[in-house]
T-cell receptor, first 111, second 115 residues
Framework: GENVEQHPSTLSVQEGDSAVIKCTYS??????FPWYKQELGKRPQLIID?????GEKKDQRIAVTLNKTAKHFSLHITETQPEDSAVYFC??????????FGTGTRLKVLA | DTGVSQDPRHKITKRGQNVTFRCDPI?????LYWYRQTLGQGPEFLTY????????KSRLLSDRFSAERPKGSFSTLEIQRTEQGDSAMYLC?????????????FGPGTRLTVL
């Protein structure tokens, strides 16, 4: 079946450094790729998304890139801050309800 | 709070008991999703409603799981004869109507513990 692989599972960076999380999807019909941040005990919240007709999108310190040919997409966080510490999930969506999530990356920003 | 709400937030039950969870989506959202999330994993899609119609239920984990959305507003997820393996966070999410892609908003979840 379709799946989304996400790497790394854990990531520690020094405050101010950049963090990169990568996902690979299998369903070629996927056309929407959101990223969610989930803090401990809280609900997942959308932080950035990208559609299949766009290769890159940026929102302040956060950017997402998409390579449809390779079925890869990545989250880039620059100038990391301690409050960026959380679990990040990627997802690949096709159609209205086919949401496949990655297994998550636990990001720890060390002060 | 005008976001997605879920009730209860926590449920502890004994193996073999039935449990029911409720989700109230954002009021104008006609699309509703249920997910299960186990520790260290991403949300796992269970079922989807568009208005009152359950358009996808093949991902429900077994015939012990069922969901309803009788009036196209709130939804319930029922687990019958609970097992210890059902212990997880159950998340609900909703999306606005329309043909374009729109953000999915999650509720706070119901954490189920089966003893």
């Amino acid at each position: 079946g379709e799946n989304v692989e996400q790497h790394p599972s854990t990531l520690s960076v020094q405050e101010g450094d950049s963090a990169v999380i990568k996902c690979t999807y299998s369903d070629s019909a996927s056309n929407y790729f959101p990223w969610y941040k989930q803090e401990l005990g809280k609900r997942p919240q959308l932080i950035i998304d990208i559609r299949s007709n766009v290769g890159e999108k940026k929102d302040q310190r956060i950017a997402v890139t998409l390579n449809k040919t390779a079925k890869h997409f990545s989250l880039h966080i620059t100038e990391t801050q301690p409050e960026d510490s959380a679990v990040y999930f990627c997802a690949a969506i096709s159609g209205t309800y086919k949401y496949i999530f990655g297994t998550g990356t636990r990001l720890k920003v060390l002060a | 709070d005008t976001g997605v709400s879920q009730d209860p937030r926590h449920k502890i039950t004994k193996r073999g008991q039935n449990v029911t969870f409720r989700c109230d989506p954002i009021s104008e959202h006609n699309r509703l999703y249920w997910y299960r999330q186990t520790l260290g994993q991403g949300p796992e899609f269970l079922t989807y409603f568009q208005n009152e119609a359950q358009l996808e239920k093949s991902r429900l984990l077994s015939d012990r799981f069922s969901a309803e959305r009788p009036k196209g507003s709130f939804s319930t997820l029922e687990i019958q004869r609970t097992e210890q393996g059902d212990s997880a966070m159950y998340l609900c999410a909703s999306r606005a109507p329309g043909t374009g892609i729109s953000e999915q908003f999650f509720g706070p979840g119901t954490r189920l513990t089966v003893l």
